[in-house]
């Protein structure tokens, strides 16, 4: 059984940066794709990025493009979400995942292992 524990969130003024942290235990992320989620007050869950096992295949939401990086550390279990440029739209619980049989997907019920999720608020 895989556990997510998310980190990193917290509260910023828009412009700001934040790095997420999701740290895996319970087995190795060997061959398995990450993702980033988010879920803002009244909305559905929407895609943030996601990334391959190796790192080759990597997916933003077009949003998000040219300002978040999704990064991993298979030695450390470890998968990161930096976050520039930030903006008010980008406030929400953000989510890690993880899918043993995918390649960076976008869609969320592919991914079978969730953490608890992290808020990040972002100040106007």
């Known amino acids: 059984q895989l556990q997510l524990v998310e980190s990193g969130g917290g509260l910023v003024q828009a412009g700001a940066s934040l790095r997420l942290s999701c740290a895996a235990s319970?087995?190795?992320?060997?061959?398995?794709?990450m993702g980033w989620f988010r879920q803002a007050p009244g909305k559905e869950r929407e895609f943030v990025a996601a990334i391959s096992w190796s790192g080759d295949i990597i997916n933003y939401r077009d949003t998000v493009k040219g300002r978040f990086t999704i990064s991993r550390d298979n030695a450390k279990n470890t998968v990161y979400l930096q976050m520039n440029s930030l903006k008010p739209e980008d406030t929400a619980v953000y989510y890690c995942?993880?899918?043993?049989?995918?390649?960076?997907?976008?869609?969320?019920?592919?991914?079978?292992?969730w953490g608890q999720g992290t808020q990040v608020t972002v100040s106007s």
């Open positions: 995942a993880a899918d043993p049989w995918g390649t960076a997907q976008t869609m969320d019920f592919v991914y079978e292992y």
């Open positions: 319970g087995r190795p992320l060997e061959n398995i794709a």
